[in-house]
């Protein structure tokens, strides 16, 4: 994989991942009431607005995807496996 894709990649990850965080931070009390029990200290405030719980299971997945993605790319780019890609084969690389 070359290091531009594996970029563009990484900042995709990034951009999903901040996209549903801020969705999901805009609409908390629709997480809270989707996570809330009559046990629970959590309660939701009043609101006349609530989201789908499809969009809020559906950004709940983006956001984690997207963080053990973006985990998975940090991890990856420790590694020699990102410098040998960049690097190359010095003889396929033709030079005047």
Excluded: C
């Excluded at 996209?19 to 809270?32: F, H, M, T």
């Excluded at 405030?45 to 709940?60: E, H, I, M």
């Excluded at 995807?65 to 960049?86: E, M, Q, Y």
């Amino acid at each position: 994989m070359s290091h531009g894709l594996m970029s563009a990649l990484h900042a995709f990850v990034i951009l999903l991942t901040a996209l549903s965080g801020i969705y999901l931070l805009i609409n908390a009390r629709s997480v809270i009431a989707l996570f809330s029990k009559p046990s629970n200290e959590l309660a939701p405030g009043p609101s006349s607005r609530r989201v789908p719980r499809g969009r809020l299971y559906f950004a709940l997945a983006a956001f984690l995807a997207g963080f053990l993605l973006s985990f998975g790319f940090w991890s990856v780019s420790g590694t020699d496996a990102v410098s040998n890609a960049v690097e190359g084969d010095p003889e396929e690389v033709q030079r005047p």
